[in-house]
């Protein structure tokens, strides 16, 4: 098993760029804020040194390249990896004693699609937090999974296997149990990745819905082209945190040839994306 090591005796990654400047919203309340956090495994850092203050309500994607400890970070506020060295805090306190705001959509790849449960039991566990360990859900909550099934479109499923659904239709029905949650925050770890087109539309009209809703949700995202289009604010990351806030000033060829290294393709499509979010304003 990876173990963490003491912080004091971690292998230094190679100097990466200062975050950028406070952006001016320092007033606004924190629902997050990563405070100097170090995640490494055998002594090798996979995050380092990462402040980060997300304010509500927020659409927020979390870019970088292979290997930037993205999803690592998500899984350091969820304390589902141990940290070397840092502090977060939700709304406030400790992830431990906020929980139940929070709502997780992780890889697809990490789930065991092969446990005997339906796509309706699958939602319903969403409830559970609320029930304590001695409730059983009633029709509040069976009726509240059938709702968010519906919502993203495949309460048809509701008794199918999990198993026997499309990779799409998995992400949905995570995406699904999320929603059962009625969380405040909400981090998603590449939902769009390697799902169909019917069903990326599905998920951004989700955020934008959450988004209206006072949620702030927190995306690990891979198409830098479609970064404009989807979130207010975008987090840039490689093992350090290089930049984080609006997009319009944040999402820069400058801070993207920081956090990628200036391949010409990256920075492309940057500045495509951007022109393409300036015409439709």
Known sequence: MLQPARSDTLERPAPAAAAVASNGRDAAPAVLDVHDVTVAYHRKPVLWNVDLTIPEPRLVGIVGPNGAGKSTLIKAILGLVPMAGGRIRVYGKPFEKQRRLVGYVPQRESVDW????????????????????????????????????????????????????????????????????????????????????????????????????????????????????????????????????????????????????????????????LQTRERSQ
């Open 114 to 273: 092969d446990f005997p449960v339906s796509a309706f039991d699958a939602v319903l566990m969403g409830t559970y937090g609320e029930l304590g360990w001695l409730r059983r859900p009633g029709r509040r909550q069976r009726q509240r999974a059938m709702e968010c099934l519906e919502k993203v479109g495949i309460s048809h499923l509701a008794n199918r296997q999990i198993g026997q659904l499309s990779g799409g239709q998995q992400q949905r029905v995570f995406l699904a149990r999320a929603l059962a949650q009625q969380a405040q925050i909400y981090f998603m770890d590449e939902p769009m990745a390697g799902v169909d087109a019917a069903t990326e539309r599905v998920i951004f009209e989700l955020l934008r819905e959450l988004h209206t809703q006072g949620k702030t949700v927190l995306v690990v995202h891979h198409d830098l082209r479609t970064v404009p289009g989807y979130f207010d604010d975008v987090v840039l990351l490689n093992m350090r945190l290089v930049a984080s806030g609006p997009v319009e000033t944040t999402f820069t060829p400058e801070n993207l040839r920081k956090t990628y290294g200036g391949r010409l393709s990256i920075l492309e499509a940057a500045g495509e994306a």
